[in-house]
């Protein structure tokens, strides 16, 4: 009996393992922001001053932050992003009581002064002159381009999206916040927050949607996006870059009316 006992406390563990290593394997590493201006080298130029980066060349006015690319789609009359299923981006930067000094001293929208969270960071809120509402946070353990914030009437139904889908870890951002976390070799981390409130969808406001990277062929992703009742707005398609690899690209209808993209980058090493 006890060897019995003993066998199916093994397979069982076997399971949990396998289980675990399926979850991990699951999780998809996080790529990209695109956002909604009516002049792209201006955008990539106001980022670049205020939040530093580096330029890709892969195409015009591109800037990436570790691994994740923000990038900038034309359009004139997008909606500020306050309210929408993909709130707000958030910064961290070195000394954040300097940098608003300079933002002042800029003419830059000052939505919320610096404020501290007792045992979290100091965080204040701006806005890009294009209506993207940002978060600016000192978080010495993740400098530049920091978390996404969004937003929906079910705070936990979207963490519960994410994670299905997407994977990811669930966890708290300095032991206080919920939040999901992606992490994976070769990318930088990114932080996924949600607050609570009605959403109106993504696409059309200033943080038009963001974006996963597909580690193997973008069409064997989305099917299997698809098996977990993911909606595919956007089949599968190649975008040549002007001056980088063709990307294969592909979107979808996230929680709450995010509009998310999932690429992939052929010829690129994990987080390039």
Known sequence: MRRWLSAAA???LGVLVLAASAQAQATFPYDHVHINVPDTAAAANWYEKHFGGTRITEAPDRLRYGSTRVMFL?????????GSAIDHIGFSVKDIDATFRDFAAEGVKVVTPVRD???IFKIGFIEDPWGT???VVQDPELLGLHHIHMRGPDTEAVFTWLLAK????RTKLKGQLDAVRYRAAGFSDMWILVQRGEATPSEGHAIDHIGWRSTGP???TINGLRAKSVQVTTEPRPLPLPNGPTINFSYVAGPAGAKIEIV????LKPGE
Do not use: M, T, V
Request: aromatic letters at 4%; proline letters at 10%.
């Open 10 to 12: 093994c397979a069982a």
């Open 74 to 82: 034309k359009l004139a009359n997008a909606q500020p992003s306050a």
């Open 117 to 119: 969270l007792p045992g």
């Open 133 to 135: 509402r940002i978060e």
């Open 166 to 169: 997407f994977g990811g870890e």
């Open 218 to 220: 973008i069409a064997d």
């Open 264 to 267: 992939e980058r052929p010829g």
